[in-house]
């Protein structure tokens, strides 16, 4: 009830937010939170109406929209949704706004998809023939310009966990190396490691300070 009661607080919508709130304080009497915004709400509802205030927090809604729909027409996706997103936290505007708003980012959303498909279809095959590193490269374009893609962020987590399992083995393998006497082997697979595995990888770190021994 609390997240459904702050959505209806956010958008001034007072007596949906005074229902779910008197749930809350039902099942909570001594809810801290619900009890503050059920005072402030009963305040709210005896106050009287201004319609100005929401003349101007709607004009600055379709400027947003205005603003967002010719960055997307230029290709400026992320900028867009930001300015659309701004919308869904504005307070007392007409709803048609925020389905305008929302329909928007699902739109800039779609062609974001459209966008990076060819690139997430070609890492998926990379680590289909578990060429990670290669995959990891192509992830981290897509992630740099658009940090918050969801199917990238996923197949990146997964990258990084198989390089790590493969930087445990080789890095196994190079102590086996070492500890026979084998110092060349040893140091090859070393920089093989810093070569490909992620600096944040332990074992990077760890491949990093035993090179160190034989500089």
């Known amino acids: 009830h609390l997240s459904v009661a702050l959505d209806y607080f956010n958008r ?3 007596e949906k937010a005074m229902g779910e709130y008197n749930k809350i304080i ?14 402030l709400i009963q305040q709210k509802l005896v106050e009287p109406k201004s319609e100005k205030p929401m003349v101007t927090r709607d004009k600055k809604a379709e400027r947003l929209l205005a603003q967002g729909s010719r960055l997307s027409q230029q290709g400026n996706h992320h ?13 007392g505007i007409k709803p048609s706004y925020y389905a305008q708003a929302d329909k928007f980012i699902q739109f800039s959303k779609n062609a974001l998809r459209e966008k990076y498909l060819p690139l997430m279809t070609q890492a998926n095959a990379l680590m289909e023939s578990n060429d990670w590193v290669g995959a990891q490269r192509i992830l981290e374009s897509i992630l740099g310009d658009y940090p918050s893609h969801v199917e990238a962020k996923e197949a990146l987590q997964r990258v990084s966990n198989s390089l790590h399992q493969q930087a ?14 084998r ?4 140091i090859k697979k070393f920089r093989g490691i810093i070569d490909r595995i992620p600096a944040s ?3 990077h770190q760890k491949a990093k300070r035993k090179l160190k021994k034989y500089e």
């Open 12 to 14: 001034q919508q007072w």
């Open 201 to 203: 990888d332990p074992y």
């Open 26 to 39: 039902e099942l909570q009497p001594d809810h801290t939170e619900a009890q503050q915004k059920k005072a």
């Open 183 to 186: 110092i060349d082997a040893a």
């Open 79 to 91: 900028e867009a949704l930001n300015m659309w997103r701004s919308i869904l936290s504005m307070e």
């Open 168 to 181: 445990r083995q080789e890095y196994t393998e190079a102590i086996i190396e070492e500890n026979v006497g």
